[in-house]
């Protein structure tokens, strides 16, 4: 079984950065894609950012250039740089991670709030 744990939300200013953290853990043989999705009051779950195994990454048009997605696979994790954020950026952000046990499987995090406020 895989567990995802988050972590690095919270509440900050309109303008200010936060990051977030993901770490898989359990026994796994790999890890293709992860990503981050957020789901916001009343909306349906987007996808934020993913990055293939390759490092090769892709970004939702709301957050390019604002928002970075990094990976470390020795460690099982993925992490999220926000900055410049916005008030519309306010949303529960999940990690997603494509895990190979004896089959790929999708797995995903509980989330963690992010909340942009003055």
């Known amino acids: 079984q895989v567990q995802l744990v988050e972590s690095g939300g919270g509440l900050v200013q309109p303008g200010g950065s936060l990051r977030l953290s993901c770490a898989a853990s359990?026994?796994?043989?790999?890890?293709?894609?992860m990503g981050w999705y957020r789901q916001a009051p009343g909306k349906e779950r987007e996808l934020v950012a993913t990055i293939l195994s390759t490092g090769s990454t892709n970004y939702a048009d709301s957050v390019k250039d604002r928002f970075f997605i990094d990976r470390d696979n020795a460690k099982s994790t993925v992490s999220l740089q926000m900055n410049n954020l916005k008030p519309e950026d306010t949303a529960v952000y999940f990690c997603?991670?494509?895990?190979?046990?004896?089959?790929?499987?999708?797995?995903w995090g509980e989330g963690t709030l992010v909340t942009v406020s003055s």
């Open positions: 997603n991670m494509i895990v190979y046990i004896k089959y790929w499987g999708n797995y």
């Open positions: 359990g026994r796994f043989s790999g890890i293709n894609t």
